[in-house]
């Protein structure tokens, strides 16, 4: 039963994947993008890892999936007008190549299961573990991430800075025409 659950999270997640990279319309990729971490999260949970699911839900499909969301809000991207494909010679080397993954994916699978390996006896681990989580991420590994926290407030601040002085600039522009046009009515009177 966990296996089917765990393959159908997965058909799920590879599929929003997909979904995600074909959409042209930015909101929904990242609509797509919850979905494969929702289907990660699920995956987690199979695995014995409810902290690290937990975790997957709250800040990536929550907090960063609304910031990805208010940055393509706040940059108000426009659909992209189609075009032709500029390298199609390329689609058929993409094909052969997916191809090939796919082969060598399936000789993996099946050697792996055929293969005369024991894997020693399995132990309990403390991996994915609220406390275990917790005590790595305030000593070991405090400095990445305050410093993976500076990052994202600058990315932040860059956004913000960028949008704001792209609608400063359009404001002028339209103040600077105003002017323009009121003086040539100006000259002309």
């Known amino acids: 039963m966990t296996i089917l659950i765990f393959l159908l999270l997965a058909a799920l997640t590879i599929g929003c994947a997909v979904a995600m990279v074909a959409q042209r319309?930015?909101?929904y990729s990242a609509i797509a993008l919850i979905?494969?971490?929702?289907?990660?999260?699920?995956?987690?949970?199979?695995?014995?890892a409810p902290f690290?699911?937990?975790?997957?839900?709250?800040?990536y499909a929550g907090a960063i999936m609304v910031?990805?969301?208010?940055?393509?809000?706040?940059?108000?991207?426009?659909?992209?007008?189609?075009?032709?494909i500029r390298l199609r010679?390329?689609?058929?080397?993409?094909v052969l190549l997916a191809a090939i993954f796919f082969a060598e994916a399936a000789f993996i699978i099946y050697f792996v299961e055929t293969s005369a390996y024991n894997p020693p006896p399995?132990?309990?681990?403390?991996?994915?573990?609220?406390?275990?989580?917790?005590?790595?991420?305030?000593?070991?590994?405090l400095l990445p991430f305050e410093i993976t926290s500076l990052l994202i407030l600058m990315a932040i601040v860059g956004a913000i800075t960028l949008a704001r002085r792209v609608s400063t600039l359009e404001g002028?522009?339209?103040r600077l025409r105003a002017t323009e046009e009121t003086r040539s009515q100006t000259s002309a009177d």
């Not at 979905?35 to 014995?48: C, D, K, P, R, S």
């Not at 699911?53 to 800040?59: E, G, K, M, N, S």
């Not at 010679?89 to 993409?94: N, S």
């Not at 681990?125 to 070991?140: H, I, R």
């Open 172 to 174: 002028g522009r339209t």
């Open 122 to 141: 399995a132990t309990q681990s403390n991996v994915g573990l609220t406390a275990s989580v917790g005590t790595g991420l305030f000593t070991k590994y």
């Open 67 to 84: 910031l990805v969301v208010f940055v393509i809000m706040l940059l108000n991207v426009e659909e992209e007008v189609r075009r032709p």
């Open 89 to 94: 010679r390329l689609v058929p080397l993409g």
């Open 52 to 59: 690290i699911a937990a975790i997957q839900v709250i800040v």
């Open 35 to 48: 979905g494969v971490f929702l289907g990660m999260a699920g995956i987690y949970v199979t695995l014995a």
């Open 25 to 27: 319309n930015p909101l």
